[in-house]
């Protein structure tokens, strides 16, 4: 008789580092005023939606897609103002392009390091990819820790270093000069990911000639373009080069570089957008900054980040009241009692910032 089978199970066949996450969440939020994901929350026009459902229309999606997506990339380069000795790669989304370049560089016990709090997919693609890796408690207010990063470097002699700029879910800028001396210390890649660069002051996109080791890498989800998923890494050809090879074919579907272009065609108005954001931005920093007992945080994002006491009870107060935003509580330590909300429409903000005192008000008087 045959030997029984050994039983294939996820426990004995999956590595330990996969069986110990948590799949990432993202709620749908139907129904409420979903103010929990750094979407654009201004429709195109129609004029440009007709457009689109022309393009879409005629589609040949029985074919593939140009492999290469060419003509989208010329117009990305067109837009972006990056430099001809520069190259470019496309992800679907800017998760694909981390989870590619940790790919490339995971070497046996290769390091991947960041700082803390920050985006949650540096950590779990390090994971996913089996990368150790590194995290760098930021300092007061968010702040770099210069002295504590540059220690990190020299001990772990990472293989590749994520920065959010602005930094998410914080939203702030790190100290330019700060990131340079990263830059500089680094052994191996450094990766400033500015995916919220359309509201932010700064970016290090002049920089890349300057230092070798340097990417930048962006997406348009935040800038109108969520439900397309594109996302896109400039930097040195020497580099972009070698990690083409790992982009899996087609990555880049018909609709998304269609659709995708024709948006760039009229980037002026996803940038008007952005501005209005911007001002959004500023009129509900100052409303939670003026609110009793509650601490705003500065941004240079499409979000504002901001403590209060009770943040659960108070998150489910907003629920309750039909107002979805992100309860950041539990994610880290310097992030107890904090929550993250998107910046709306107006009509949005100002439903949110009722919602936000009832809540509060309901939440200290034990309601």
């Avoid at 820790?145 to 470097?153: E, G, V």
């Avoid at 500015?194 to 962006?218: D, I, T």
């Avoid at 509900?284 to 901001?306: D, H, K, Q, T, W």
Wanted: aromatic share 8%; hydrophobic share 45%.
């Amino acid at each position: 008789m045959p030997t029984p089978r050994i039983a294939a199970t996820p426990e004995r066949l999956l590595r330990e580092e996969v069986l110990a996450l948590h799949a990432y969440h993202a709620p749908t939020g139907n129904g409420m005023v979903k103010l929990d994901a750094m979407e654009n929350p201004y429709p195109l026009p129609s004029q440009l939606r007709e457009e689109i459902a022309r393009l879409v229309t005629d589609a040949a999606i029985n074919r593939y897609p140009d492999a290469g997506a060419r003509s989208l990339k010329e117009k990305i380069r067109a837009v972006s103002g990056l430099a001809h000795d520069a190259e470019l790669l496309l992800g679907n989304g800017s998760d694909e392009i981390i989870q590619l370049l940790a790919l490339a560089l995971a070497k046996p016990g290769a390091k991947l390091l960041s700082v803390e709090p920050s985006f949650v997919m540096y950590k779990m693609i390090a994971a996913f990819t089996g990368m150790q890796y590194v995290g760098v408690p930021l300092a007061e207010n968010f702040a770099l820790d210069l002295p504590a990063m540059l220690s990190a470097i020299e001990r772990h002699q990472p293989a590749l270093v994520f920065l959010a700029y602005p930094n998410n879910p914080s939203g702030n800028l790190f100290d330019a000069d700060n990131v340079e001396q990263i830059i500089l210390s680094a052994p191996g890649l450094v990766v400033v990911d500015e995916a919220y660069y359309a509201f932010a002051s700064a970016s290090f996109f002049p920089m890349l000639a300057r230092y070798p080791n340097l990417l930048v890498m962006r997406t348009f989800s935040k800038l109108g373009m969520a439900g397309l998923r594109l996302g896109f890494l400039a930097g040195s050809p020497l580099w972009l080069a070698q990690l083409e090879k790992l982009r899996l074919p087609y990555n880049i579907g018909v609709l998304t570089q269609l659709v995708a272009e024709k948006l760039l065609q009229h980037h002026e108005i996803l940038l008007q957008q952005a501005g209005q954001i911007k001002q959004d931005r500023t009129w509900l920093y100052e409303r939670l900054a003026g609110m009793e007992g509650v601490r705003a945080f500065p941004s240079e994002a499409n979000f504002i980040l901001f403590h209060v006491a009770h943040a659960g009870r108070v998150f489910e107060g907003l629920k309750q009241r039909g107002v979805l935003i992100k309860n950041m509580s539990g994610v880290h330590a310097a992030l107890a009692d904090c929550l993250r909300v998107t910046v709306g429409a107006p009509q949005e903000n100002e439903l949110f910032i009722r919602a936000l005192q009832d809540s509060i008000y309901q939440s200290k008087n034990g309601i």
